[in-house]
């Protein structure tokens, strides 16, 4: 079978992708996928269609048949033509540039978006058309198949589907499994139209519970759209035994028109009472003073701290309880703010009686979720005395959702009277959509946010204990709020997917949803996937334990199954989501294996990454391309990744960081977190290729390694059982991993590729080198088989690492033949690629294994040029590495160049430049060649970014003073395009929102 050269194997607009990206990510009106439904890391759609369309399309080729060249004469006219394609219609890294030096100068600019942003923009008849003609030429069809086997909230074949392929898109998670159908079957099948009815339904479902409802809350004023009652949950006090009421503080609206609450508790009271204050009495009520803070509480009684264990006790026996004391009515543009009344107390209390009425009716009738919360990774729900997930709802909350639950089966049924089934289904499937979107908004681990309103549960990643909560009148705005959610969303999704349809010609049958499987299983086992019948695979696997998706899903899981298991019986046979089979580093499952329980779980991960990796491998074609994306936080990741991946018969050919976090921002000017999405691009070995021709029948989890060679991937994830046939041996491609990675990082350098992107790009092509030989074999003795050990990827990455690091500083030294000393190597080095003071211990460590340095003994201890906080490591400055003998002003030589540099900038900075002149005189440094090399490696390596006129890292200021006063005519600083920033104007609402980073979090989870 031929080997059609792929775009993605030799190129892509990373920089582009990752500003588009990152525009959808800060932007306040998110794509309407995540507006759906909450569903945690979801991927960048641009990324999505960027990684399938690069993983179908070829390679540019001056061979290509005359239609296609007279299409395309120059290479660079198809990449132009990728880029449109992609929906990338400007300038995006130009934009964001703007953006963020405007910010930076705290000037306003008009919107430099003046394109819509990548997502929305459907691909066209004629450029579809243009791309089948690729496919046919590349493929020999134009019928491709996309595979995502972890597909969660769908963002990959959500794409795959709106250029047309085949589409079979997998999730473990049921809860996933309904987000896919809601996502990407309904919207294909029944399009924008469904939207009324989705709204219709969801009235008509308001028009029954309002009545229910209106008499548990106090009527609204005229002109309110809602209302958000303020609870802080209690303990006795110790002393006293009266309530204490929890909140970390007591403000209710910061800014020019602040308002805050003040607590009253004053001797001859049994309870708090609770005053609203504005102006200036916020100050004298001291907002910030709250009464719990980590866990520890403080008596506003006796003044006295209470024991966080004594609170936890409390809750756990049922004696936490709750008090009211701030009504937030919503009006357009705001909130107001009141005191309880009599009356809310005791709509309240009306509440509580008609719960304790209903609830073992309800019970029995299964309206509510009884499950017991099954613990896990995060157990404040059991330490905060919530067994069961009915107990994540306060007893009026509970009583909403209740009766928003019985007349949902009521609108149901009307519905199913008056609406053909397939169309009822998936209106019932939104319905509970929309009731997921109220059990997030409406429980006790909701915040009230001053400046935004009330926060979902998701707002985190976690079950943290919330001491104070928001209740939203549930008889008002919280339905119709969430139908209008869910039927925008749906109606922009059906948008976006439907035109595909239609461009490509059949908009109905076989229309879009013919071409989509939706499975609910584990990636390891897809069973009803024919063997090498994928065309691509693009994949975004979960990550160690970076989301415990079934942990958190569980809260949707007992809803869903109660609104939705009935349409969808194979997803909720189980009580709770299934955690056994999940691919995520899970210490909880390893409980009883005590200190051993972390490891445990990490190799339990990358046993069925592997596993999942190789199911993949089968399902392949021969001739297709698996692209893995993931981001990169550990530079362990590369190894296990990469050995799952050998291991599993794939060759890895290319690597690509997509940035989908600023790099130039400030806080990464202070820590590189490396928040980049990385795309893993691979191919099924040649070897392997034979394997599967016999493989391919022999069922799902089938071996595809030589038949001579057995991996296990645990305990330790490559254990060499038995000598292959014809090994290679590691001494003898050495040479060729260093070539290649040195080639690769000049022809990326020549692309303007810099820092840790530069060492990740070449990772692709090292792996490549090593995947393509498997198995390499090293010259050292696995003591357990008396067999060589096989190579460690990481190895090789090693190499490629010190590759990129000669060739980096041949291009800080601007061409001068000049060497330095390891430690000062390092200190350059770090900055040339984190270009950040905090970077990850382990890239610091990597780099200085690199330079042949001891990390923590040396780099750290003896030469203090860098501090350990955490898993990061901070970059320290001529002050903080001070000491006799090193950073010395009174010594006349030094034993390291960084050592001599950073005493000139202590002088410089301490006693000015004439001291500093003349210390450079007296030690000889002021014409040292070396000396000034290191000043100019330093000038081009620390970042300049400036904000108003300051540079962020005082290193540069510092070295950027001793250049001009010493070598203004010798030395250089690197050019920073700056472009023009628009005349300052009013900002758009638009641009106003597309910037609010904090908006970010808000559907994001
Ligand atoms: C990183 S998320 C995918 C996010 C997705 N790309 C999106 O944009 O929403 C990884 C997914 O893998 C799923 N998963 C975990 N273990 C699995 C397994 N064994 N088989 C299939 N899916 C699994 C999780 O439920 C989660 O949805």
Redesign the pocket.
């Known amino acids: 079978m031929s080997h059609p050269p792929l775009l993605i194997e030799s190129w892509l607009p990373i920089e582009a992708i990752g500003a588009e990206s990152l525009r959808d990510a800060s932007a306040a009106r998110k794509p309407p996928?995540n507006r759906l439904h909450v569903?945690?890391?979801?991927?960048p759609l641009t990324v999505?269609r960027a990684a399938i369309l690069g993983g179908v399309l070829p390679q540019w080729s001056p061979d290509w048949p005359v239609e296609l060249r007279q299409r395309f004469p120059s290479e660079d006219n198809y990449r132009k033509w990728f880029r449109q394609f992609l929906g990338i219609l400007g300038d995006p890294v130009q934009g964001r540039d703007l953006l963020l030096q405007a910010r930076q100068a705290g000037k306003i600019i008009a919107n430099p978006y003046t394109y819509p942003r990548a997502f929305t923009i459907n691909p066209s008849a004629e450029d579809l058309a243009l791309m089948q003609d690729l496919l046919e030429h590349t493929w020999g069809t134009c019928d491709l198949s996309v595979l995502?086997?972890?597909?969660?909230?769908?963002?990959?074949p959500f794409e795959a589907l709106r250029y047309g392929f085949t589409t079979i898109a997998?999730?473990?998670?049921p809860v996933?499994a309904v987000i896919l159908k809601a996502t990407l079957d309904f919207p294909a099948r029944f399009g924008p139209s469904l939207a009324d009815d989705i709204r219709k339904w969801g009235q008509r479902w308001y028009e029954l519970v309002k009545p229910k409802l209106q008499p548990y809350f106090t009527p609204l004023p005229p002109g309110a759209e809602g209302a958000a009652y303020l609870w802080a949950r209690t303990v006795a006090c110790p002393v006293t035994g009266k309530p204490v009421p929890l909140s970390p503080n007591w403000w209710l609206r910061k800014g020019s028109d602040p308002v805050a609450v003040r607590l009253i508790a004053e001797p001859g009271m049994d309870a708090p009472q609770f005053a609203i204050v504005t102006g200036r009495d916020v100050a004298k009520a001291k907002p910030d003073a709250g009464t719990i803070s980590r866990g520890v509480g403080r008596s506003p009684w006796t003044g006295q701290p209470i024991d966080g264990d004594y609170i936890k006790a409390e809750a756990q026996a049922g004696r936490m309880g709750q008090v009211l004391y701030t009504v937030a009515v919503k009006v357009t543009g705001g909130f107001e703010f009141r005191a309880p009344t009599r009356q809310d107390l005791e709509a309240w209390r009306q509440a509580e009686e008609a719960l304790a009425r209903k609830k073992t009716e309800w019970i029995a009738r299964d309206i509510i979720p009884t499950e017991t919360f099954p613990g896990g990774n995060d157990n404040r729900p059991l330490i905060y005395g919530m067994p069961r997930w009915s107990d994540f709802f306060a007893p009026r909350q509970l009583l909403s959702i209740a009766v928003f639950r019985e007349a949902q089966d009521q609108v149901i049924a009307e519905m199913r009277l008056r609406v053909q089934p397939a169309r009822a289904e998936a209106i019932e499937t939104y319905l509970g959509v929309m009731l997921d979107k109220v059990v997030i908004y409406n429980n006790r681990n909701c915040r009230f946010d001053p400046g935004r309103g009330i926060r979902s549960v998701f707002d985190r990643h976690d079950f943290a204990f919330v001491s104070s909560h928001a209740e939203f009148d549930a008889s008002a705005n919280l339905l119709p709020w969430s139908i209008s959610q869910i039927a925008d969303a749906y109606r922009e999704i059906a948008e976006l997917v439907h035109p595909s349809q239609t461009a490509l010609g059949a908009p109905n049958e076989p229309g879009t949803a013919d071409r989509l499987s939706i499975y609910q299983?584990?990636?390891?086992n897809l069973v009803r996937v024919p063997s090498s019948s994928v065309n691509c695979i693009t994949v975004?696997?979960?990550?160690y334990d970076?989301?415990q998706?079934?942990e958190l899903?569980d809260f949707f899981y007992v809803w869903l199954k109660r609104s939705v298991g009935h349409l969808f019986p194979e997803f909720f046979g189980d009580e709770l989501t299934n955690k056994d089979?999940?691919?995520?580093a899970n210490p909880a499952r390893f409980e009883a294996m005590g200190s051993k329980k972390k490891k445990l779980a990490e190799q339990d991960y990358e046993r069925?990454m592997a596993a999942?990796f190789r199911e993949m491998h089968r399902v392949l074609r021969p001739d297709g391309v698996l692209t893995v994306?993931f981001t990169h936080k550990r530079v362990e990741a590369w190894d296990t990744l990469a050995t799952a991946l050998i291991s599993a018969g794939f060759a890895i050919k290319a690597s690509w960081p997509v940035h989908t976090e600023s790099e130039h921002s400030l806080h990464q000017a202070k820590k590189n977190a490396a928040a980049s999405t990385i795309l893993l691009v691979c191919r099924k070995r040649e070897a392997s290729r034979q394997v599967d021709k016999e493989t391919s029948t022999r069922g799902p989890n089938a071996l595809s390694t030589p038949s001579d060679l057995v991996y296990l991937s645990t305990p330790s994830p490559l254990v060499y059982l038995s000598t292959p046939s014809d090994p290679v041996w590691w001494e003898d491609i050495q040479g060729q991993v260093r070539s290649v990675a040195r080639e690769k990082a000049r022809e990326y350098m020549a692309q303007g590729m810099r820092g840790v992107d530069l060492y990740i790009s070449t990772f692709g092509p090292t792996l490549s080198v090593i995947s393509e030989h498997w198995p390499v074999l090293t010259s050292e003795i696995d003591p357990k088989t008396g067999q060589p050990k096989p190579l460690r990827p990481d190895t090789a990455l090693d190499l490629a690492r010190e590759e990129v690091i000669r060739l980096r500083k041949e291009g800080l030294l601007e061409g001068r033949n000049v060497q330095f000393d390891p430690v000062t190597d390092w200190y350059v080095m770090a900055w040339d690629a984190f270009a950040a003071e905090e970077f990850p211990y382990d890239e610091g460590r990597k780099l200085a294994i690199a330079l042949g340095l001891e990390m923590d003994s040396y780099v750290m201890t003896t030469k203090r040029i860098a501090a350990k906080k955490g898993q990061y490591v901070v970059m320290q400055g001529p002050a903080q590495r001070r000491k006799k003998g090193m950073v010395d002003p009174d010594l006349l030589s030094f034993s390291h160049w960084i050592d001599a540099l950073h005493t000139a900038m202590l002088v410089y900075e301490e006693d000015g430049p004439g001291a500093c002149d003349l210390f450079l005189l007296r030690t000889g440094l002021k014409r040292d060649a070396t000396f000034k090399a290191v000043l100019q490696t330093l000038l081009n390596a620390i970042p300049r970014t400036q904000v108003k006129g300051q540079f962020v890292r005082p290193e540069a200021a510092v070295l950027d003073n001793l250049r001009l006063a010493f070598y203004a005519n010798e030395l250089t600083v690197p050019v920073v395009e700056e472009p023009e920033l628009p005349a300052a104007e009013q900002l758009p609402l638009a641009w106003e929102a597309e910037d609010d980073e904090d908006e970010a979090e808000e559907e994001d989870a």
């Not at 569903?39 to 991927?43: D, G, H, M, Q, S």
């Not at 997998?170 to 998670?173: A, E, Y």
């Open positions: 996928l569903w945690w890391a979801r991927r999505s995502d086997p972890f597909a969660g909230g769908g963002s990959i997998n999730d473990l998670n996933a299983g584990s990636a390891s975004d696997p979960p990550y970076n989301v998706y079934a899903s089979d999940e691919a995520v069925k999942a994306m």
